[in-house]
């Protein structure tokens, strides 16, 4: 297999910002934003990854692993897309199991899996964005998502 060699066109989110720097889509991206270095990391995957939730529906609830994973290959190519994907699933189970207190570390395997069976889209889309806020350090707020 081959690493890509283009950095990938920005998404823009539901807030009209780029999902990798925030820039707002009339302005341009920070010239440290993924989309202009090529550079991308879990917490940008999980925010790309809101974009898809509806489109990998999982019978009751949704897909979110399949959802993290196309949004890991669209983003940076299928070669690495394996390894980016497992650690942004890994950084939501981390966010959903401190959010869901102690007796979820009995099942942090399986959160990713159950928020996606479980939750609304609206919660789904403010846990993807609070474990990527978390993963860049900033204060998560409800009304970011």
Same mark, same amino acid.
């Given at each position: ?43 940008? &995957?999980?925010? %790309? =990854?809101?974009?898809? $939730?509806?489109?990998?529906? *999982?019978? !009751?609830?949704? @897909?979110? /692993?399949?959802? &993290?994973?196309? %949004? =890991?290959?669209?983003? $940076?190519?299928?070669?690495? *897309?394996? !390894?980016?994907? @497992?650690? /942004? ?14 007796? *979820? ?41």
């Amino acid at each position: 297999m081959t690493q890509r060699t283009t950095i990938p066109r920005r998404e823009i989110d539901h807030d009209k910002e780029c999902v990798g720097c925030g820039a707002h889509f009339a302005n341009p991206c920070h010239p440290l934003c993924p989309f202009e270095t090529g550079e991308f990391g879990p917490a940008v &995957i999980l925010r %790309a =990854a809101n974009r898809r $939730v509806l489109d990998h529906p *999982a019978g !009751a609830g949704y @897909d979110l /692993a399949g959802a &993290i994973f196309a %949004a =890991a290959v669209d983003l $940076v190519g299928r070669s690495q *897309a394996q !390894a980016l994907a @497992d650690a /942004a699933r890994t950084m939501l189970a981390d966010y959903l199991v401190g959010q869901w207190g102690p007796q *979820a570390k009995e099942i942090h395997n399986q959160v990713v899996y159950r928020h996606g069976l479980f939750a609304h889209p609206a919660e789904i889309a403010v846990s993807l964005y609070g474990a990527a806020d978390q993963d860049d350090d900033h204060d998560v707020a409800p009304n970011d998502c």
